[in-house]
């Protein structure tokens, strides 16, 4: 069954999206590899030194964030990141299951913006496999 759902905002001007109280982070154009992205991460979202540049460890770090001491944390990308196709299935489906891990009335909020020109490719890799 399809349904209109999803976990993350699409925005017109991703680069603009604004929130109050909230940590933001854009991620930089132009991310060619998954060692350029987990690095990314790494210093925008300010991981812990422990953090072991993997797929299970970013999944680890966007489900804690207790190192940061606003509420809120948003992670905007103004374009996708231009990894393998399974590359990139693998990164949005840990973004969407981080994002629905968190439940309300936790230390932290995790949203996850991108363009709204990224919709369809999105929600193409999400309902993929």
């Not at 299970?56 to 001491?69: E, G, H, K, M, T």
Request: with cysteine; hydrophobic share 45%; net charge negative.
């Amino acid at each position: 069954m399809m349904t209109n759902f999803s976990p993350f905002r699409y925005v017109d001007k991703p680069r603009r999206y604004q929130v109050n109280d909230a940590f933001i982070a854009v991620l930089p154009r132009a991310i060619e590899s998954k060692s350029a992205l987990l690095e990314a991460l790494a210093s925008l979202l300010v991981f812990p030194t422990y953090f072991g540049f993997n797929w299970d460890a970013l999944f680890d770090c966007v489900r804690d964030f207790s190192w940061l001491d606003k509420h809120n944390i948003v992670l905007i990308h103004p374009e996708l990141p231009n990894l393998t196709r399974p590359e990139l299935e693998i990164y949005l489906r840990l973004l969407r299951d981080a994002v629905l891990d968190w439940h309300p009335g936790e230390t932290h909020r995790f949203d996850v913006i991108f363009a709204e020109s990224d919709r369809g490719a999105v929600e193409c890799f999400l309902q993929d496999g």
